[in-house]
C-alpha cells in the first residue's frame, strides 16, 4: 500500500470485493501526508496537519473576535454562542475545579486549550479535511508539555524547592518503611507518567475513531460488487452511527484534556498537607 496521502479516503476507486483486489485496509499510511510546502527529509516543511491547525487557529480566534468585538449588553446569536461556551468553561471546569478566586486567571488559557483542541478534533469529519490533527501525536504532546511546565512552575512558586518536593512525591512521614518507596512511585506518578498519559488520551482517542471512520468508509465503497452490496449498505450505516459518536468523543476529549489540565494547576496550588 502507498504512504501517499491521497490513498486515505481516495483509494483505488476501481477497486471492489469478487474484484480480484484485497481490501485497502487502513493503517499508518493514512496517517502519513505529503509536504504542501518544503522538503520532508529536511524536515523543513509544511503539510496537511500544520495547514488544518492553522486554519483552526483562524477559525477559533476568528470566531471569538466576530463575537466579541462589538459586545451588546443584550447579545445577538454569535455572541450568545461564544458567551454560553466561555461560561461553561469557566463555572463548569475551572470554578469547579480550582475554585473562582483562584482560577479566574487561568480560565483565558483553558478556553483556548478546549476550543482549540475541539477545533482540530471536528476536522474529523469536515468535507475535505477529514482528518483530527490531534490523531499525530506531536500535537497532544506540545499541548500537554505546555500544561506540565505550567504546572510544573506553579508547584515551586508556591511552595518553594521543599514544598514542591513534598508535592511532587507525596511525602507523608506517617508512612514509616515504606516512606522511600511510596515517594519514588509518586515521583514518576507525577513528573512522567501524567504528561505521558495526558498527552496520550487525547491522541489514542483520536487515532483510534478516525482509523474506524476510514475502515467503515473504504468497507462500504470495496463492498459495492454483486451480492456485498447488502453489505456495503450496513457499513455506511456504521459510518453514520461512527461519525455521531465521534462528534461525541471530540467534544469529550477535549473537556477531559481541559478537566486534567485544571486538576494539576489545583494540586500546584493547594496547600500539601
Not at 80 to 93: H, K, L, N, W
Not at 170 to 191: Q, R, T, W
Not at 208 to 236: E, P, Q
Not at 264 to 272: D, M, P, R, W
Request: proline fraction near 5%; aromatic fraction near 16%.
Amino acid at each position: 500500500m502507498s504512504a501517499d496521502p491521497t490513498q486515505v479516503l481516495a483509494f483505488e476507486t476501481d477497486c471492489h470485493i469478487f474484484a480480484n483486489c484485497g481490501f485497502p485496509a487502513p493503517g499508518l499510511h493514512s496517517f502519513l501526508f505529503k509536504p504542501l510546502w518544503g522538503d520532508g527529509d529536511s524536515n523543513l516543511y509544511f503539510n496537511k496537519t500544520m495547514l488544518l491547525a492553522l486554519l483552526g487557529s483562524i477559525v477559533v480566534v476568528g470566531f471569538f473576535f466576530a463575537a466579541f468585538r462589538k459586545p451588546k449588553v443584550v447579545p445577538g446569536k454569535l455572541q450568545m454562542v461564544a458567551e454560553s461556551g466561555y461560561d461553561f468553561i469557566r463555572r463548569g471546569v475551572v470554578y469547579e475545579t480550582i475554585g473562582k478566586k483562584e482560577g479566574e486567571k487561568y480560565v483565558p488559557l483553558v478556553v483556548s486549550l478546549f476550543f482549540f483542541i475541539w477545533m482540530m478534533n471536528l476536522w474529523s469529519i469536515i468535507p475535505l479535511a477529514q482528518f483530527p490533527v490531534t490523531a499525530i501525536i506531536s500535537y497532544p504532546a506540545v499541548l500537554a508539555a505546555i500544561v506540565y511546565f505550567l504546572w510544573v512552575s506553579l508547584t515551586f512558586k508556591r511552595h518553594g524547592f521543599v514544598g514542591a518536593f513534598k508535592n511532587f512525591t507525596g511525602y507523608d512521614k506517617s508512612l514509616g518503611p515504606v516512606l522511600p518507596l511510596a515517594m519514588f512511585i509518586e515521583f514518576l506518578s507525577n513528573l512522567i507518567v501524567r504528561p505521558f498519559t495526558h498527552a496520550v488520551r487525547l491522541f489514542a482517542n483520536m487515532f483510534a475513531g478516525h482509523t474506524l471512520l476510514l475502515l467503515f468508509t473504504i468497507a462500504s465503497w470495496y463492498l459495492l460488487n454483486g451480492i456485498g452490496i447488502a453489505y456495503a449498505g450496513v457499513s455506511f450505516i456504521m459510518v453514520i452511527v461512527m461519525t455521531a459518536f465521534e462528534l461525541f468523543i471530540q467534544a469529550l476529549q477535549a473537556y477531559v484534556f481541559v478537566l486534567l489540565t485544571c486538576s494539576f494547576i489545583q494540586g500546584a496550588l493547594a496547600e500539601h498537607h
